[in-house]
C-alpha cells in the first residue's frame, strides 16, 4: 500500500521525502475533450501533481439534482491524472473563491433564509455535509492508500480572511474523517500572522497562498506551522481580469524566480494557475470592494499555459526551474499555431427579448432568488403612472448589476452598479421595461449569496411605483428566435471548417451581450477593456456547417463576424 504522510519536515511518499511540484487545473473551467491534453502538457512542464476545486454550484445548481457526469465527472478527471502518473489535490471548499459565480456556493444555499453563511450554522452544516459527503464518494476511493493518486484534501478555503469559527472547521474535519478521507488534511491562507491563526486548526496542515517575495512569506508561514513540510498551495503567477480594467500580466522571469526560491528551500508547491481555461457561459464571478467589478469570460490568468492551452514564455521559464530539482520530460509541447481567420455574414433578425409575463403583479420587483432564476437576465414591467411636466425620477434602492429602461418601447438609459447609478429621469408614458442583467456574482468576502435584480423599492417622484411583473430570460432558448426591429438584436451566421478547430471571435464589432457557436455558449463580451475576443474551443464546433449567434444587448456595429489568429485580451486600441 502506497502512503502519502507528513513528517518532521517533509512530505513522505511510502517514508521518503517527496517534494509536491504541482500546478492548478479547474475542470469546470476546461472542455471536457480537453482535459487529457492540459493534464499532459502541465506534465511537460515538470510537474508531479495537479490541483483542483470542486464547484459545488455547478454539480448542484438545483438543490437536490446533484450531477457528476460529463463537465462536472470530477471522477473522470482524476482518473486521467493518474494515467499520467501524477498526483492529485483535491479542494471541496465549500467555498472556492476561485474568481467563479457565488465563491462556488450554490445560489439556492446562499438565498435560504436565515442561513449563515461560512459557519457553524444549522441549515449551512446540513447542506455543506451532505456536498461533502457527494464529493468524497467520487474522492475517498481515489486516495492513495487505496491504490488511487489522491494525496492531500483541504479543509474549507482561505477561512482566516473570513472567519475565525473553529466549531465550524472542526465539524468539516469530521465530516471528512467520517467520510474515509484518510490523506492529510491541509489550509490555505495568505501568510499574515490573523489569517493563519484564524483559519486552522492543531490537527491540520497549515499553507499559504502567495506569489512574490517567497522567503519573507516561508518565514512567516514557518512561525505558524513550526513543523512539516512548507507549502505554498496557491503560488499566484498571474492574475485575473475584470471589465473596465487591463489585462493582467507577471514578467515571467520574476515568477520564475519566485518558484525557484521556493524550491530551492525545500518547500512543495502548487501554481495557480497552471493553466486557467474560459468562465464558460455566466459562470465569471465578481468583486465588490466599493465598485463593483465583474470578472471578464477569459480566466487565462497570465497562467503557462494560455486560454487554449499552449505554453508561454512563463511555462518555458518555470520548466527551467523546475529541471533543476525533479526530472523534465525531454520534449514540450510546440507554441500554439494561428487559429483560422475569416468572416461570417450576420442576419440581423432583430428583438430577441421574449414578451412579459402575464402574471400578478407585486409591489416590489421580484429579485432573481424570488423567481428561481438561475439565468443573467430577467425583464421587468410595470405601467406607468401619469404625472406632471415631460420628466419625472425613477429610483431604485439598488439595481444589480445593469439596466436597460425603455419607455412604452423607446431606450431612455441605463443604469450601472458599477458607477453606483440608481436613478434617472424618464419621460412620461404608459409602459416601462426594465431589463437586468445579473453581470457576475461576487466570490469574496460579505457579499456572498447577495440577491440579483432590482433590489429593493422602486420610486417615481418619490412616489412608491407599485405593481410589478417579472419575466425570466433563458438565455439558450433566446438563441434560438428572434424578429423586430435592429439595435438589440439576435444576429446569426454560418461558416463551414474542414475539420473541428480552435478558434477566437472578433467582438469588436459589437457593445454588449452573448455569443453561441452550435449552441455552445461561449459567454459575455462587452466593448469595454480589457477582453476583445472570445475563445472557441475545438469541441465545440464541428467539420462542415457550424451556426454562431449572437444576443446583443445593445448596438451591433457590424453585420459581419471575424475570427482572428490569435486572442486579444489587452487594452483596447481605439
Not at 152 to 181: C, F, M, P
Not at 222 to 236: A, D, I, N, V
Not at 357 to 378: I, K, W
Not at 564 to 573: F, K, M, N, S, T
Amino acid at each position: 500500500m502506497t502512503t502519502f504522510t507528513i513528517g518532521d519536515t517533509d512530505f513522505l511518499l511510502d517514508g521518503r521525502p517527496y517534494q509536491v511540484i504541482s500546478g492548478t487545473l479547474h475542470y469546470f473551467r476546461i472542455h471536457p475533450e480537453h482535459w487529457r491534453d492540459r493534464i499532459r502538457k502541465a506534465k511537460a512542464m515538470g510537474l508531479n501533481t495537479i490541483e483542483t476545486y470542486v464547484a459545488w454550484n455547478a454539480h448542484e445548481p438545483v438543490r437536490g439534482d446533484w450531477d457528476a457526469t460529463g463537465w462536472n465527472d470530477l471522477g473522470r478527471f482524476l482518473d486521467l491524472i493518474a494515467d499520467e502518473g501524477l498526483h492529485a489535490i483535491v479542494r471541496p471548499g465549500p467555498y472556492i473563491c476561485a474568481e467563479w459565480h457565488n465563491g462556488g456556493l450554490p445560489v439556492w444555499l446562499t438565498s435560504t433564509p436565515g442561513i449563515g453563511i461560512r459557519r457553524s450554522e444549522p441549515q449551512f452544516l446540513a447542506a455543506v455535509s451532505e456536498y461533502l459527503r457527494r464529493v468524497y464518494e467520487i474522492v475517498a476511493p481515489r486516495q492513495i492508500d487505496r491504490g488511487g493518486n489522491v494525496v492531500l484534501v483541504q479543509i474549507e478555503n482561505e477561512y482566516g480572511a473570513y472567519g475565525s469559527d473553529k466549531d465550524y472547521l472542526r465539524e468539516l474535519v469530521r465530516v471528512t474523517k467520517d467520510a474515509g478521507i484518510t490523506v492529510p488534511l491541509t489550509t490555505v491562507d495568505q501568510p499574515m500572522p490573523w489569517m493563519l491563526e484564524a483559519g486552522s486548526l492543531p490537527e491540520l496542515h497549515l499553507t499559504g497562498s502567495f506569489g512574490s517575495r517567497s522567503e519573507e512569506r516561508l518565514a512567516t508561514l514557518r512561525e505558524h506551522q513550526p513543523t512539516g513540510p512548507l507549502m505554498c498551495s496557491e503560488f499566484w503567477d498571474g492574475w485575473f481580469d475584470w471589465w473596465g480594467s487591463i489585462h493582467h500580466t507577471t514578467d515571467p522571469a520574476a515568477s520564475a524566480h519566485d518558484l525557484d526560491v521556493l524550491l530551492a528551500a525545500g518547500a512543495s508547491v502548487n501554481i495557480y494557475m497552471v493553466h486557467g481555461g474560459t468562465n464558460f457561459g455566466t459562470t465569471n464571478g465578481a468583486n465588490d470592494k466599493g465598485r463593483f467589478d465583474p470578472i471578464v469570460t477569459s480566466y487565462d490568468y497570465d497562467a503557462p499555459l494560455d486560454e487554449s492551452g499552449h505554453p508561454t514564455a512563463k511555462y518555458h521559464a518555470f520548466r527551467e526551474v523546475i529541471a533543476k530539482y525533479a526530472p523534465v520530460p525531454d520534449e514540450a509541447p510546440a507554441s500554439r499555431p494561428d487559429a483560422p481567420a475569416f468572416e461570417v455574414a450576420l442576419s440581423g433578425e432583430g428583438e430577441w427579448m421574449p414578451p412579459a409575463h402575464d402574471s400578478a403583479p407585486a409591489d416590489a420587483p421580484a429579485t432573481f432568488e424570488q423567481l428561481g432564476h438561475l439565468g443573467a437576465l430577467v425583464r421587468y414591467d410595470v405601467d406607468l403612472p401619469a404625472f406632471d411636466g415631460d420628466r419625472a425620477v425613477l429610483a431604485f434602492d439598488e439595481v444589480r448589476d445593469m439596466a436597460w429602461v425603455h419607455v412604452d418601447g423607446a431606450f431612455v438609459g441605463r443604469l450601472s452598479r458599477t458607477l453606483h447609478e440608481r436613478a434617472l429621469a424618464i419621460p412620461a408614458g404608459a409602459r416601462l421595461t426594465v431589463l437586468v442583467e445579473d453581470q457576475g456574482r461576487v466570490n469574496y468576502a460579505d457579499r456572498l449569496g447577495e440577491h440579483k435584480g432590482l433590489h429593493g423599492a422602486a420610486t417615481l417622484d418619490g412616489r412608491p411605483l407599485t405593481g410589478w411583473t417579472a419575466t425570466p430570460i433563458d438565455l439558450a432558448a433566446a438563441a434560438g428566435t428572434g424578429d423586430g426591429a435592429a439595435g438589440r438584436a439576435l444576429l446569426r451566421g454560418s461558416f463551414d471548417l474542414d475539420a473541428p478547430s480552435d478558434l477566437f471571435l472578433d467582438t469588436d464589432a459589437w457593445t454588449k451581450g452573448f455569443a453561441f457557436v452550435n449552441g455552445f455558449f461561449l459567454g459575455r463580451y462587452w466593448r469595454q477593456a480589457p477582453q476583445r475576443t472570445l475563445y472557441v474551443p475545438a469541441p465545440a464546433t464541428k467539420a462542415g456547417a457550424n451556426e454562431l449567434v449572437l444576443l446583443e444587448l445593445e448596438q451591433a456595429l457590424s453585420l459581419t463576424a471575424r475570427f482572428v489568429p490569435e486572442p486579444a485580451l489587452g487594452q483596447r486600441e481605439e
